[in-house]
């Protein structure tokens, strides 16, 4: 069998769509798709949304990609890609979260720094019990930073970083996390586009993976409900124009080492927190996780080497200075999601925000932050409308979209709970 070629893009629900390309078609820069799956919900649905041109005959967008970012997948004999999208015109798709990321990243070189960007995703693996109801992979050995067959009888994390090597994947880390069966996938930091194609190609390959082993891989926010939730960690720094690491004052991190640029950025970050949430924590799902004392980006507050914060600074200096921001789900577009959090960033560099002082509570049982993200989807969709100065930084069109998607999203969800809410979403997400 001659190779063929997968050519996929995120969509707008962070639903993962392409097509196979025959072997001679390899050589090709694009192909075509209905812009009208910008309309589609997770049931199906079919809606009129911004910019889907649903009601407009469902036109032609078209996938373009670069022949060096093809690359070999996890199944034999097919090649993969990922691409921008553009109108049938030919202008840029402004719905488009990969063209977004990429004009975030441009506005940041405008100051002359360049966006590094580190992962850390979260996920927990549910398998069929003999009724076919969804349930937590048997792992009685499992605990938090658990390795070996206790946390994973079935071993498939072996694969998945097996593949992952094969596929060039720099891998951080894989362990267990806090709830069993609950993993944790991080890659090393990379410029914020590379970064970002690989996680959606790695959480792609990681979910196909576990399915061989009868293993749903859900990054879901929180599909178990007594257990907690599942993150995605967005850490970034920037290198300046001499290759320094721009959020670096020095050998020594923390709060006390911190430089200008870093507190402009943490000061952009808590301006748009509540706006941030209807972006980067985008389900009703999301909001089961995200709740005081749970270790989510909850409160608008920032710390030092706390987990317990929003965004938390990294005792590590020198190169390794990194800013990290945990409020973040997958069930976000990855890369509307590190989108905006560089936009939200750079706001406050541009902006002039005031930064509120450092947490000193433990965000357990004390905390000094009195403003939170929204308690559901409904309210933090409303948070983000009223954010117009980070939807206009984001791009108003891919907004306008995403707040009429999530406010038919609050509609269908409003009278699920328990599996039936977690099915609405889990083999999507």
């Known amino acids: 069998m001659k190779d063929r070629l997968r050519a996929m893009y995120c969509d707008h629900l962070s639903i993962m769509r392409g097509k196979y390309l025959p072997h001679h078609k390899i050589g090709d820069d694009s192909t075509r798709f209905c812009l009208s799956t910008f309309g589609v919900h997770y049931d199906r649905d079919l809606l009129d949304a911004p910019g889907a041109k649903m009601k407009q005959g469902l036109p032609d967008m078209e996938l373009r990609w670069l022949h060096d970012d093809i690359r070999d997948s996890w199944h034999a004999h097919t090649k993969i890609v990922l691409g921008d999208l553009y109108d049938d015109q030919g202008a840029p798709l402004p719905l488009c979260p990969r063209g977004t990321l990429k004009r975030a990243v441009k506005d940041w070189e405008k100051h002359g720094l360049r966006p590094k960007v580190g992962i850390e995703l979260e996920a927990f693996a549910l398998q069929a019990d003999d009724s076919g109801r969804l349930v937590p992979y048997d792992a009685p050995g499992g605990v938090v930073y658990g390795t070996g067959p206790f946390a994973d009888p079935l071993r498939f994390n072996d694969r998945i970083w097996a593949m992952a090597e094969e596929m060039g994947f720099s891998l951080d880390m894989i362990t267990a996390e806090f709830d069993s069966p609950q993993f944790e996938y991080t890659l090393t930091f990379d410029d914020a586009l590379k970064a970002v194609d690989d996680i959606v190609l790695f959480r792609l390959m990681a979910r196909e993976v576990a399915l061989e082993y009868g293993i749903v891989l859900t990054f879901m926010p929180k599909p178990v409900a007594e257990a907690g939730g599942s993150g995605m960690h967005i850490n970034f720094s920037f290198v300046d124009e001499v290759g320094g690491n721009a959020l670096s004052s020095g050998p020594r991190g923390g709060p006390e080492h911190m430089n200008d640029l870093a507190r402009q950025c943490l000061a952009g970050l808590l301006h748009h927190h509540r706006g941030l949430a209807g972006l980067i924590a985008p389900t009703a799902n999301s909001y089961m996780r995200l709740q005081p004392g749970s270790l989510s980006?909850?409160?608008?507050?920032?710390?030092?080497?706390?987990?317990?914060?929003?965004?938390?600074?990294?005792?590590?200096?020198?190169?390794?200075?990194?800013?990290?921001?945990?409020?973040?789900?997958?069930?976000?577009?990855?890369?509307?999601?590190?989108?905006?959090?560089?936009?939200?960033?750079?706001?406050?560099?541009?902006?002039?925000?005031?930064?509120?002082?450092?947490?000193?509570?433990?965000?357990?049982?004390?905390?000094?932050?009195?403003?939170?993200?929204?308690?559901?989807?409904?309210?933090?969709?409303?948070?983000?409308?009223?954010?117009?100065?980070?939807?206009?930084?984001?791009?108003?069109?891919?907004?306008?979209?995403?707040?009429?998607?999530?406010?038919?999203?609050v509609r269908k969800t409003r009278d699920l709970e328990g599996d039936a809410l977690r099915d609405f979403y889990v083999h999507f997400i």
């Open 297 to 409: 980006g909850f409160w608008q507050n920032w710390g030092g080497d706390h987990r317990n914060v929003t965004t938390r600074i990294s005792s590590e200096g020198g190169p390794k200075a990194r800013l990290e921001h945990r409020m973040a789900d997958a069930s976000s577009n990855p890369y509307t999601a590190v989108a905006a959090v560089l936009h939200a960033a750079r706001l406050g560099v541009e902006s002039g925000y005031e930064l509120p002082p450092m947490e000193t509570g433990d965000g357990f049982d004390r905390t000094d932050a009195k403003v939170s993200t929204a308690i559901d989807l409904k309210g933090a969709v409303a948070d983000l409308e009223r954010d117009t100065v980070l939807a206009k930084a984001v791009g108003e069109d891919l907004v306008a979209n995403h707040v009429f998607m999530k406010t038919k999203e």
